[in-house]
Structure formats: C-alpha cells, structure tokens
C-alpha cells in the first residue's frame, strides 16, 4: 500500500499543478483555456470458500482493480497519465497485473491535419489483425505502446500515420519493438464522387525481439515484418470491405522439439446493405498461424499486439454464454496440428413497420445469425477440417403495449470441446425470454426466463433473473442460474446499484461459475467465486 500512497499523492500533486495552469485569468480568450477531464473506477471483491461449487478464496480473501484517469486539453495540445492499483488484482485476471504504478503517460499535439504524440497511445491498422494496441479493463488487458506515432491527412485524400513503440505488458513495457506505418488514399475524394466511398489501404509491421543464442543456431530471426492490404467501398446502402494479411514468419517448435517456420496469413471480407427496414452481414474470414505475442512463449491473455475477435454473435445472457467461441489461431496439440480456422458469419436484420400485417400498432424487430467455423484440413489451403464451432439463432423484439415489450430468443449452438482435434461435437438448445414492463414513466421491471438443454457437459440448466428500475437512481436485482442435470448447483446473485449524473455505485453478492468472461469477441478464463463485489465508477 505504500506505493500505492506514493503514486496517488503524484497524481493528485499532477493534477493540482494542471489545475493550476487551466485557471486562466478573465483575460484570457475562452477558446485558448485548458481544462482537465478525468475518470475513476474502482471494482474491489471480497471472496469466500465455497465448498458446494468449489470456489477457493485468496490469502487475504481481497482481490481490488483501481483506474485513476486524467487528461489536460488546452487548444492543440493535449496531456493525460493514468495510474492502475491492483491490490491485489482480482481473481482470473493476468498475473503480470500487481501493485501500483503510474503506467500510461502521453502528451501530444495536433490539428485538423497533422498530430504527433510521444509516450503511450492506442492504435490500430484496418480491423486490426495484424496490429492494435487497446485497453479493456474487463479482460485485464492494456498494451499501450510506449513510444512515438505521427499523422498527417492531406485534403482527405491521402492518410498517413508512422510510430514506433514498446507495447506493454502487465505494469511495465516490454523490450519488444514494434514499428509500423500506414497508408489510405481516398479515391472518391480524388475524383469527387458524391454518392461513392472508396478507399485503398496498406499497412507495414515490424516486430523486433531478442531470442536465444539457440534459438539463433535453430533458424529463428529476432524480427517479423508483416503486411497488410485492404479495400473499402460504400455506395447506397451497400458495403465491401476486403483485408489481406501477411503476418510474416513465426518461429516455434514442434513436439519434437524442431524449430518450424510457419507463415502468418489471413483474409478477411465483410459485405452488408442497410436499407429500407432492413439489414444484411457477412464476414468470412480465414486464419492462419495469427497469434502476435508481445513477448514470445508467454501465455498470458494479454499477451497480443493484434486483435482476432470471434466473429459470431456476442451475447449478454447468462446461458448464452456458458461456452463462447475463441478463435483458432495455429497451436500443436500434440502430435496434431491445428493451423487455423476458416469460416463465416450471417447476421440478418429486418424492421416490420407500424401499420403492417407483422409490426401491428408498434412494429416488430426480427434478427436471424447464423455462423460456422472449421479447422483447416492442409496448412496453406482453404480446405474445411472438423467442425469448430457452429451456432444459429433468432430473436424478435416487440412491443405489445406502452407498457409492456418482449424479446424472445432461441439459440442452437454446437461446438467442438476437443479444440479440432477430431469431430467430436457437443450440441446446447438455449431459450431466453426476457419480459419488461413499465408502471411508471420512472418505475420499471425486467424478468428473464432461460432455459439450456444438452446431452453433454452438465446437461440442462435453467437461469433467471428480476430487475427492479427507479429510474434515473435506483436498481435492484437477484439472479440464479440452476444446473438441473449433473451437478444440481445453484448460482445466484444479488445487487443494487445507485447512478446519479456521472457517478454510479453497485454492491452485489453471490456465486460465479468457473467460465468465460469476453469483450468484443476476446475472452479471458475466470475460476469460480463466491463474494461480495463493490464497483464504483465516476468522471469529472
């Protein structure tokens, strides 16, 4: 806690002294004035045994993640710092997370079309997939670079960014390098075409990490330069996105302990129309050896410059989300090689209007999904291998009176438990209604029915769930996910939460099964755990 103490007294000593220089005198003009923005967030659990789910509580029975973000903004110029205590970082979360410590800091400048930023940033080159550097406090993952990056758009019609950095890793920055550009010539605004977007990108990528003197005699090479190329279209409704990836090589060894050299490739399309009620997407995408590491050899969930989400339906629900999907990005299991993955995703969206046969006096909102993933049967091919992962599923939305809505959904899932390894499949039909219903204009209810049914795992489970709103302040709710096959264990929760302007408050107590907790399509282990969890989050 000492250098807890430490770090927040020079953070509160930092915003003092930019409090400090944002107090412009009257004279000073009102568009020229600095001001400083900031946000605090805090999510601390108290863990208990629990025999009955086997949930095992740390030494001290405390696990406590703290943010302290602020940022300077005067005209052009901009500064922030952030500093993270982890005291000690909450159970599932990467080990590499302890202690305290002021860990991003930037200061940066910038106008309608040039910026130049030293210290630590976030970027991405197209979707990401061969590199992106972001934070999402709910995995636990944060590898900001820590370095320099500058932009410069001409007319809209050339974009062009170069960096170099260090990504980071838990609390400190790696020795790994990474140096990288990126290019965007917008061909609509050459030729002014009004009702036409197109864009033709590229992006390189260097990667640079020290290995072994053995490693060396085995073949590796300390760097990695990858490629990226990709296409963007947009007219009338209708978009095409198209992305090719080359990761460059990527050194490993076999289960015989032979140094391989593999190459990271992928591709990427995505097509939709938005128009007239409705809504059409697919992504197909092709994976191959695409797992970036910042520091070799670490398996860490953190441990990535790039960013490969699943594509297929993120759910909310408790049931939906017993077994998520992560992709397959090239691994040894054992003797069997699992090189990647290939597949696609179908989203549909249709809006049946008010005063129509379907949509009735207040409409009706109808989704449909549908995706498929396989292993690849030969490396450097796109030939489909087992099974991975397969789901469909359809949901509506209605409102049948001012009072009253309903969203009803079905989901059929399959996925292999074997990682493709052989065509073992395990299948789970999920049904989730879930039901509101307004009293008042600030009084409000929320009741969730779910119900899974299996073979296979734990066979069935029910969940439900009840929320009580007063609005804009007050919410209550209590929870239980029930395994009715094997196990015959009940997972329930309680909690209220406060909100008032930027602040809001939640306590909750309860049980958590051992699982999966994902963000954007990247998930991240969690074990299992009883207690009770205070979580505050504020901005100034």
Not at 415 to 423: C, D, E, L, S
Request: glycine share 8%.
């Amino acid at each position: 806690m000492a250098n807890y103490a430490r770090n927040f007294m020079l953070v509160l000593a930092a915003c003092s002294a930019v409090s400090v220089m944002a107090q412009d005198d009257d004279s000073t003009p009102k568009s020229k004035k600095g001001y400083l923005t900031g946000s605090f967030e805090t999510n601390t659990i108290y863990y208990r045994d629990d025999s009955e789910t086997g949930a095992q509580s740390p030494d001290d029975h405390f696990g406590s993640n703290n943010y302290l973000k602020l940022d300077y903004y005067q005209g052009k110029f901009s500064a922030g710092a952030q500093l993270e205590v982890y005291e000690p970082a909450l159970m599932g979360y990467p080990t590499e997370l302890e202690k305290s410590k002021i860990t991003n800091y930037y200061v940066s400048w910038s106008d309608e079309n040039f910026s130049v930023t030293g210290g630590t940033f976030y970027d991405q080159f197209g979707s990401g997939l061969l590199f992106r550097a972001w934070e999402d406090r709910s995995l636990g993952l944060n590898n900001a670079l820590m370095g320099a990056r500058f932009t410069y758009n001409y007319k809209n019609i050339v974009r062009f960014k170069a960096m170099w950095g260090m990504p980071r890793f838990g609390m400190e920055f790696s020795d790994t390098q990474v140096r990288g550009a990126d290019i965007s010539f917008g061909l609509s605004s050459l030729l002014d075409w009004k009702k036409t977007n197109l864009w033709i990108e590229a992006s390189a990528l260097n990667r640079y990490e020290e290995i072994t003197a053995v490693e060396k005699e085995d073949g590796a090479k300390p760097y990695t330069n990858g490629f990226s190329g990709r296409v963007n279209f947009e007219r009338n409704g209708f978009t095409v996105k198209g992305e090719y990836v080359d990761g460059g090589n990527k050194y490993m060894y076999d289960p015989q302990s032979e140094m391989q050299r593999k190459r990271a490739n992928a591709q990427l399309i995505e097509a939709s129309y938005n128009g007239n009620g409705l809504g059409v997407n697919l992504s197909a995408r092709r994976l191959e050896w695409m797992d970036t590491d910042i520091i070799s050899g670490n398996t860490s969930t953190s441990n990535m410059i790039n960013y490969v989400p699943a594509l297929c339906t993120q759910y909310t629900y408790l049931l939906t989300n017993l077994h998520p999907y992560t992709p397959q990005l090239g691994q040894y299991f054992g003797n069997f090689i699992n090189s990647g993955e290939i597949g696609a995703q179908l989203d549909v969206f249709y809006n049946f209007r008010r005063g129509t046969t379907l949509g009735g006096k207040r409409g009706l909102k109808v989704h449909a999904n549908f995706s498929t993933y396989y292993t690849l049967e030969k490396e450097g091919t796109a030939q489909f291998g087992n099974l991975l992962f397969r789901d469909f599923s359809f949901d509506f939305e209605k409102q049948f009176t001012k009072e009253f809505k309903l969203n009803f959904l079905y989901s059929r899932q399959e996925r292999n438990p074997n990682y493709g390894t052989n065509k073992t499949t395990h299948v789970a039909n999920i049904f989730v209604a879930d039901m509101q219903y307004k009293f008042t204009p600030t009084f409000s209810t929320r009741l969730e029915l779910q119900y899974l049914t299996s073979q296979e795992d734990d066979k069935d489970w029910m969940a439900g769930l009840l929320e009580v709103n007063f609005a804009p302040t007050w919410s209550i709710y209590c929870s239980d996910m029930y395994n009715n096959g094997d196990t015959k264990t009940h997972y329930y929760n309680v909690g209220v939460s406060y909100a008032k302007s930027r602040t809001r408050i939640a306590l909750s107590y309860g049980r958590n099964k051992a699982g999966y907790v994902c963000s954007g399509g990247v998930c991240r282990i969690v074990p299992a755990y009883t207690g009770a969890n205070l979580a505050i989050t504020t901005s100034f």
